[in-house]
């Protein structure tokens, strides 16, 4: 008994080491995930913003998010493809930071769309309550990539995400915009910058 509960445990220890080894070498796909999906809602939100505020095409705006998400999530899986095939080697790191994300996207999915179709909530708070799962998901993956500065986003985002269902209204569009790019754009630069210096010594 006490035999099988000590290789158990290192077992484990294993695989947490294994976990911890893949996740320095892994940085989320190289922080282009990040940077395509910050640059394409911010733009979406800007556009969604200036519809409302200048009464122009507002019935279209349902539109604008019915096609723009679904067409950046076929464009994401195809960049994703590329980057896999790229690759020598999936990472367990990879695998579960993949994971991760996936399940994220598909939640903010459901909260962008489902929610305020079926009445669960107005449309005006789908930007916290997506802001609420995004703090969720940099934490996770910051914890899982021993990336304390992305760990450390998660307080931004759900600062944020508190501040905009105290006060709901249009500007919460231009606040996540401003979030996305801060929180979002900019550190994926900075992942992608570290995974080509890391890529560069691998190769030197």
Same mark, same amino acid.
């Given at each position: 008994?006490?035999?099988?509960?000590?290789?158990?445990?290192?077992?484990?220890?294993?695989?947490?080491?294994?976990?911890?080894?893949?996740?320095?070498?892994?940085?989320?796909?190289?922080?282009?995930?990040?940077?395509?999906?910050?640059?394409?809602?911010?733009? $979406?939100?800007?556009?969604?913003?200036?519809?409302?505020?200048?009464?122009?095409?507002?019935?279209?705006?349902?539109?604008?998010?019915?096609?723009?998400?679904?067409?950046?999530?076929?464009?994401?899986?195809?960049?994703?493809?590329?980057?896999?095939?790229?690759?020598?080697? &999936?990472?367990?790191?990879?695998?579960?930071?993949?994971?991760?994300?996936?399940?994220?996207?598909?939640?903010?999915?459901?909260?962008?769309?489902?929610?305020?179709?079926?009445?669960?909530?107005?449309?005006?708070?789908? $930007?916290?309550?997506?802001?609420?799962?995004?703090?969720?998901?940099?934490? &996770?993956?910051?914890?899982?990539?021993?990336?304390?500065?992305?760990?450390?986003?998660?307080?931004?985002?759900?600062?944020?995400?508190?501040?905009?269902?105290?006060?709901?209204?249009?500007?919460?569009?231009?606040?996540?915009?401003?979030?996305?790019?801060?929180?979002?754009?900019?550190?994926?630069?900075?992942?992608?910058?570290?995974?080509?210096?890391?890529?560069?010594?691998?190769?030197?």
């Amino acid at each position: 008994m006490t035999n099988e509960i000590t290789n158990r445990a290192e077992t484990e220890l294993a695989l947490i080491k294994k976990i911890m080894e893949d996740s320095r070498q892994t940085v989320m796909y190289n922080g282009i995930h990040f940077i395509f999906w910050g640059i394409l809602v911010s733009v $979406c939100l800007i556009a969604n913003y200036l519809m409302l505020v200048t009464h122009t095409f507002v019935d279209k705006i349902g539109m604008l998010w019915a096609i723009m998400m679904p067409a950046g999530a076929v464009v994401d899986m195809i960049i994703g493809r590329r980057l896999e095939r790229k690759q020598s080697a &999936t990472t367990f790191a990879a695998r579960l930071l993949g994971a991760l994300w996936t399940a994220s996207g598909i939640a903010m999915f459901i909260f962008g769309f489902l929610g305020p179709m079926t009445g669960a909530y107005k449309s005006i708070f789908i $930007c916290p309550v997506i802001s609420v799962m995004l703090g969720v998901s940099y934490f &996770t993956s910051g914890s899982i990539q021993q990336l304390n500065w992305l760990r450390n986003l998660a307080f931004g985002w759900w600062a944020g995400a508190a501040i905009m269902f105290i006060y709901p209204g249009m500007h919460t569009l231009l606040i996540f915009a401003i979030m996305l790019v801060g929180m979002q754009v900019v550190p994926g630069l900075l992942i992608n910058k570290h995974y080509r210096r890391n890529l560069l010594i691998q190769e030197a």
